[in-house]
């Protein structure tokens, strides 16, 4: 299975470095036609891992566990699960996780583990038409 992960501090600046990892590995894949729609959502996950206020480091990971999907993972140090929040019209906040829900049209979740959690998010891959 086609897999790939990254260790990062828990920093703003992680962020864009977790973009750019899993932007690079979709490409290398051939998969650009994802490579919006995981960029919002890698950079919304990474950015709720680093609110914990976690020490050491978070995860980032990208796989391809079958043919049809590529699931995008970040994992933390916290045991606070996400919470989808329904946010209301003046809310500054709140939006992030409903945005992968729709990305992923409700197929993410999350893993607790004895360290904290891991966040997965999957996204369809189109098959070429055949003819
Ligand atoms: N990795 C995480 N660890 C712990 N709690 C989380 C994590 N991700 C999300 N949450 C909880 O779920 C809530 C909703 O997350 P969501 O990303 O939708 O909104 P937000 O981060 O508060 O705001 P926004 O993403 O719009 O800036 C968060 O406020 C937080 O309480
Ligand atoms: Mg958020």
């Known amino acids: 299975m086609p897999v790939a992960s990254l260790l990062l501090p828990y920093l703003p600046e992680s962020v864009a470095a977790a973009r750019r990892f899993v932007v690079a590995k979709l ?5 650009d036609d994802l490579v919006d729609d995981a960029s919002v959502i890698v950079s919304e996950l990474a950015t709720n891992s680093i609110k914990t ?3 050491t480091r ?3 990971a990208v796989r391809r566990p079958t ?3 590529v699931r995008i993972l970040v994992g933390d140090g916290s045991r606070s699960m ?14 992030g996780l409903a945005m992968v829900h729709r990305l992923t049209h409700g197929r993410w979740g999350v893993t607790a583990l004895p360290f904290g959690k891991v966040v997965h998010a999957d996204l369809a891959v189109s098959m070429p038409t055949s003819r």
């Open 27 to 31: 490409r290398e894949w051939g998969r």
């Open 53 to 55: 206020g976690c020490q």
């Open 58 to 60: 978070m995860v980032v």
């Open 67 to 69: 043919d049809r999907t």
């Open 82 to 95: 996400p919470v989808m929040i329904q946010a209301g019209p003046d809310a500054t906040s709140g939006r």
